[in-house]
């Protein structure tokens, strides 16, 4: 099969599609990325997509503005790119980025097309006013005519899933983002002080000072890394300054993707204490929380969300009853070498069936065409 990938992204720094391109390419499929950057496979021809400058988003914010949102999803240079994509024959097109799904359909009409849909993009960013008023029914509009459209869609949790259903009386299958699976054994005693650990992106709607605060009831016993992606450079710096006041709180800078598991390996607990500020964080099932599985870690994480429901299922970690550091450091005493020693044989079995494997032959059905529905993985 020709496959054509879209994302506003560049491939080579974003794992959904990289894994995509990946499994395709092994799967001896003629690929080609559409996105902001190549992929790193020299299999994978790439097609750029021109970076967004100020006068498109200028341009953008008034289709927006006066609801001509058709036009207000096109991408910069939408014609060129139109004119380079049509000259071939295409067997299947994926969409990363629901706001490609109008050029999708309108550059290639006639070919089945297929997306990732990995957020609730209608409350995407929700806590945010400005946001609300420029995108909420953009976003909105764009689910509810070209969804149903769709071959087939997938996204990370039957959370999301629940939602598209409710809301557009969409069905979209649940792929959960799994990493690839790592031949570890678990740690044979707890280190003292106790190792605790938390990667991820520095955002203020996920409220990490929570654990930062967790640490000063827990106390000299234990030692919180947070490995941290500053996209919000003040929060970043915010957090920094409160780590700094502490001695048993570190901020490490973020590790290549490879070496995100092997690093969490060191460690004794994954920490997930992110509240559902948002529907998205609500319904999230994100990498780290598959990452601390595959490192072999037990994890400690909040109530209220997808990821503390997945937790308490499959018996892999405790849950705190709310989001206070006197509610949190409880929750954290309850890792005592004998927990720990029983979750850890839980965590190791459970990551043997939740790997890149399991998601990946749901995409490999796709695409070899084979019959069925499968709604869950992992």
């Not at 914010?61 to 991408?75: D, E, I, N, V």
């Not at 309108?106 to 806590?127: M, N, Q």
Request: glycine share 4%; charged share 20%.
């Amino acid at each position: 099969m020709r496959v054509l990938v879209l994302a506003l992204a560049d491939a080579s720094k974003n794992p959904r599609p990289n894994r995509l391109l990946n499994l395709l390419v092994g799967g001896g499929h003629d690929v080609t990325f559409c996105g902001l950057g190549p992929h790193s496979n020299p299999q994978v021809a790439f097609q750029p997509i021109s970076p967004a400058g100020l006068l498109h988003r200028i341009r953008k914010a008034f289709l927006l503005k006066t609801r001509q949102f058709s036009l207000a999803s096109m991408p910069c240079g939408a014609r060129e790119l139109q004119c380079r994509l049509e000259k071939q024959d295409w067997d299947a097109v994926v969409s990363h980025d629901l706001e490609l799904l109008p050029f999708v359909f309108k550059a290639l009409p006639g070919v089945p097309v297929y997306a990732d849909i990995r957020e609730f993009f209608p409350r995407h960013f929700d806590t945010q006013w400005h946001w609300r008023f420029l995108f909420a029914d953009y976003y909105d509009s764009l689910c509810r005519e070209y969804l149903p459209k769709l071959r087939q869609g997938w996204t990370v949790s039957e959370g999301l899933a629940r939602l598209y259903r409710d809301e557009y009386q969409v069905e979209l299958d649940v792929v959960h983002s799994l990493p690839p699976f790592a031949d570890l054994l678990p740690s044979p005693k707890i280190h003292s002080p106790v190792r605790l650990v938390h990667h991820g992106s520095a955002n203020s709607v996920r409220c990490l000072e929570n654990m930062i605060a967790m640490m000063d009831v827990a106390g000299s016993e234990y030692q919180l890394d947070i490995i941290l992606v500053p996209n919000q450079k003040s929060y970043a710096r915010k957090l920094e300054r409160l780590a700094s006041e502490r001695s048993n709180v570190n901020i490490l800078p973020p590790v290549p993707f490879e070496a995100i598991i092997p690093t969490l390996h060191k460690y004794d607990i994954g920490v997930y204490t992110v509240p559902p500020t948002t529907t998205n964080l609500r319904h999230a099932m994100p990498n780290k929380l598959f990452e601390f599985v595959q490192a072999r870690l037990p994890i400690l994480c909040g109530p209220g969300t997808t990821v503390a429901d997945y937790v308490a299922a499959q018996s892999i970690g405790f849950c705190a009853q709310d989001y206070s550091a006197e509610a949190l450091a409880r929750c954290l005493s309850r890792f005592d070498a004998d927990s720990v020693g029983r979750l850890n044989k839980v965590v190791h079995d459970h990551a043997a069936t939740c790997h890149q494997a399991v998601s990946d032959s749901y995409l490999s059905a796709i695409f070899n065409h084979r019959e069925g529905r499968q709604t869950e993985f992992c």
